[in-house]
């Protein structure tokens, strides 16, 4: 039977999901308020980081100094793995247990180009985020803010706190998006196993003197 130290790994400050920060303490505080239920609080910063973060797939930076939960802050925006961390950052801001998963996804909501870039329809390294929450895991996906799937008319994924919110399975009556390979879950960002991945299936993103996605990663 769990016990809440078995949790203590999914509560503590991590190189990634820096949740001592100051910054990241205040948004959490910010945007919920202690007197609610820890389901009310862990909606609430899903709901803050879903459409206050904006989704930005073309900023990938691969060095692991500057990834982090309170950088994803600072700059408003980031892809799905950094407004993941931010999200698990406030809730163990708010002593809520979180964690971190991966996967493989096919047609990600993107827009041609990123496809285009990628070179696949296969979008590695899918982060979404859980919540311990009523003696269980619940799966979220903060990644994209509501603005976003306006644009493309596909309804913004909710979170009740209670019923796992990971895709976005049919959109104007077909699948949307298909969950191919999970890599697990994590109480911290696997950055080695990240870049060990992208090398495998997107090995144009390394490739030097390219028109490629290279020119815009920063190793």
């Known amino acids: 039977m769990n016990t809440m130290t078995d949790f203590e790994i999914y509560l503590r400050p991590t190189q990634f999901i820096d949740s001592e920060s100051p910054e990241v303490i205040a948004y959490a505080k910010k945007h919920t308020d202690p007197n609610k239920s820890t389901k009310q609080q862990a909606k609430d910063l899903y709901y803050a980081v879903r459409d206050d973060i904006m989704y930005d ?3 990938l930076v691969l060095d692991p100094t500057v990834i982090s939960a309170s950088e994803t802050l600072k700059r408003g925006s980031g892809y799905c793995i950094e407004k993941s ?4 950052a406030a809730g163990r801001a708010l002593g809520i247990p979180s964690r971190l998963g991966f996967s493989i996804v096919q047609n990600h909501l993107s ?3 990123f496809t285009d870039m990628l070179r696949t329809d296969k979008f590695v ?3 979404y985020n859980e919540f311990w929450l009523d003696n269980r895991w619940v799966k979220c996906t903060p990644a994209f803010n509501k603005s976003l799937c306006d644009k493309f008319s596909v ?4 979170f009740d706190g209670e019923t796992d919110s990971i895709f976005h399975e049919y959109a104007h009556g077909q699948k949307y998006m298909e969950y191919l390979h999970e890599y697990g879950q994590f109480d911290d960002f696997p950055y080695d196993l990240f870049v060990a991945e992208l090398k495998v299936h997107y090995p144009h993103l390394f490739e030097q003197n390219s028109n490629s996605l290279a020119s815009w990663v920063t190793n």
């Open 111 to 113: 827009t041609k180009k």
């Open 155 to 158: 309804a913004a994924l909710e």
């Open 85 to 88: 961390l931010l999200l698990a």
């Open 57 to 59: 797939p073309y900023h």
């Open 125 to 127: 390294f899918h982060g």
